[in-house]
């Protein structure tokens, strides 16, 4: 133990360090309350967004950041050097347009991004210039109606890129022979579907449908024909029983009725309705050698027991049914007969596919021929992209919605969107995969280009915000305590950001960002865990102080009072390193949830500790715990012991060695006794 009136050295070093650990507390209290260096890099803990999965917090986000990171991969760009501040400010530049909205829902309803962004530059030029777009806006009117009015809309426009990338390969007369006969239908969904089985017949099958549209033209009452055919077709006659009729008939040419009732009675009742049916077509004929002559073609051909002649009769006979116009349907399915082509096929699947899935045939007709009549080889190469986006998309009604949007936008204003048609026109995008490798490459120059805050240090009384390099660019104004809800964080910062823009036009509010998991379950907690580190940084201030006060006494009091304020000192000093131990805990100790939980919940933010405040209290724990050491290893004596030394220091003199052992002790006089 350190013992004596005045320890001077201890005093002084333990004076200095309290005093040095209440300057640290206060810096490390205070932290980033202003924006200035060095004090502006204390804080106890940063935040780091740099790298943020912003698709799993912003789900809405990731068609345009794939087109991004497309063009952040291109090999044009690439090759180039990559400057890529031209793609940001050419988004800037569309973000202030009404074009921003339809725009990300095109991208939004994308199955295929590239794809629709390379359509997207080939249509955006049509879409600006005015004569173009009055067509294609009468066009994609008439889409959104048919679409609209479908019961599938993904097939209706497959089937409109069919129609119009094949109009102007198909023979004009064959598409007025189809659209005259689906306009003059009672059915057009059942005679389209009947015109696609008549089309993709082969050669031999549309050789033995021949006599049956031979023995129509020659027919004098087409019903009663078109009953006898059925017959005739659908009854089970062998090849050996038409062998027979057919010699038969040749045999009594001259008189071929009698020739019939001949076969009549000679064959079983299974076969006279065939026979009857025959007979009731040379009854019913205009020229019946011609139709005699018809007839034996037929049964030459085996029509009436091949498959295939079946389905081509039943797909005529659903035609004839249908029609008001019988003769029109004759020569429509002769002029569709002659063309073989692939053109006209694919066309007629198109029109299978729009009737098909039309909620009202008659009216998707109507439209249709609209869009036939007004289609032109020019237009139709212009709406070929057009279609190709709606392939590409997973809402064919929203992506026409787009697609009319962006073209009422470009025709208001196309300069604002020259330089992103530049980019989208001369720019080949490279892979568009959103990946954790392009997440950490991409994402920093995202968020600095627009102006998105990444590093972010939490203080106690403020929080200081600043782009991916670390440099601080704004402070929050100080107050009583600073929360750290990272949803409202982050929400502030895109709304006073470049990105503003896309928030709104994606309809993006603060609890549509997706942040649930450990870090905002525990929130709560965090405002009362710095409040307990602010009133324990307090304490150790207002403790160290009047410690320092203790201290400074010890060199002035006297020693009847040195006892109990050393006694105060060593109290103080203990509850100082004691407080200073728990608020550095208590900081380490949130500092590691929040890193854990931000890891756990994978959108890839990063905390780390901040070190400068690490640093400075725990300094101050440690200034404050040697100096209770010190304090501890001085000793003052009490004030009776301190009289009973005052009176031995005051004694006259002292008994030598010398002296005791040569036994000349001197004797005292009366008058030298002093009298308490």
Known sequence: MLSGSKPVPVLAIAAL?????????????????????????????????????????IPATAPLLSVVIGLFNSPTLV????????????????????????????????????????????????????????????????????????????????????????????????????????SDSKNSTASVDSLVVLQNQSSSDRAQLAPVLSLFQQSSNATITLGALNTLMTANVSNDMSASLLAALRAGSSNPQAALNQV????????????????????????????????????????????????????????????????????????????????????????????????????????????QSSNSSASSQNVSPIFSLFTDSKNSTGTIDSVMGLMQAFQANSTAFEPLLKILGGTQLGDTAITQDTLNKVMPVVLDNLGVDSTYHLAIFTLCSGLSNG????????????????????????????????????????????????????????????????ALNLLTIILSFFLLLLILGLFFLGDKSRYWVLIGAKTLAFLAFVFALVSGAIVAALVEIIKRDT??????????????????????????????????????????????????????????????????????????????
């Open 79 to 182: 090759s180039g050097g990559g400057n890529f501040s031209e793609i940001f400010d050419a988004l800037r530049s569309v973000s202030h347009t009404p074009a921003l909205k339809p725009l990300l829902e095109l991208l939004a309803s994308s199955n295929n991004v590239t794809d629709t962004v390379s359509n997207l530059a080939l249509v955006a030029p049509m879409l600006v210039s005015n004569n173009a777009s009055q067509g294609s806006s009468q066009l994609l009117g008439a889409v959104s109606q048919l679409v609209q009015d479908s019961q599938n809309s993904t097939e209706t426009v497959q089937g409109l890129g069919l129609l119009l990338q094949t109009s102007n390969s198909t023979n004009p007369a064959t598409q007025r022979a189809v659209f005259g006969l689906l």
């Open 264 to 371: 009549l009675s000679s064959v079983p009742e299974s076969v006279r309705p065939a026979v009857l049916a025959v007979e009731t077509l040379l009854n019913n004929t205009r020229d019946s050698t011609s139709t005699l002559t018809t007839l034996e073609g037929l049964l030459q051909l085996n029509a009436t027991t091949s498959s295939s002649a079946h389905r081509s009769f039943n797909a005529f006979t659903t035609l004839v049914s249908n029609s008001q116009n019988q003769t029109l349907v004759l020569s429509s399915v002769a002029t569709l007969a002659n063309s073989s082509s692939d053109a006209s096929t694919t066309q007629l699947i198109g029109l299978q596919d729009i009737l098909d899935s039309s909620k009202n045939s008659s009216m998707a007709l109507s439209v249709l021929q609209q869009i």
């Open 471 to 534: 440099k601080i660019q704004k402070c929050t104004p100080s107050h009583a305590v600073q929360s750290f809800y990272l949803r409202d964080i982050l929400y502030d910062q895109l709304e006073n950001s470049d990105f503003q823009p896309y928030m709104q036009a994606l309809d993006i509010q603060k609890d549509n960002l997706y942040l649930n998991g450990k870090l905002q379950s525990k929130e709560s907690s965090y405002v009362p865990a710095l409040r307990a580190v602010l």
């Open 17 to 57: 360090f309290v005093f040095t650990a209440f300057i640290l507390t206060i810096v490390a209290t205070a932290g980033s309350s202003s924006n200035y260096s060095p004090i502006n890099n204390v804080y106890l803990g940063e935040a780091d967004i740099s790298h943020i999965n912003v698709t799993k917090v």
């Open 599 to 676: 890891y756990d919940d994978r959108y890839n933010v990063q905390f780390y500790t901040g070190s400068a405040y690490a640093g400075l209290i725990w300094t101050a724990f440690a200034l404050t715990f040697i100096t209770f050491i010190l304090l501890f290893l001085v000793r003052a004596p009490r004030r009776g012991r301190s009289s009973a030394a005052e009176d031995m220091l005051s004694a006259p003199a002292t008994t030598s060695s010398d002296e005791k052992r040569n036994g000349t002790i001197p004797q005292q006089s009366h008058d030298e006794v002093v009298v308490a």
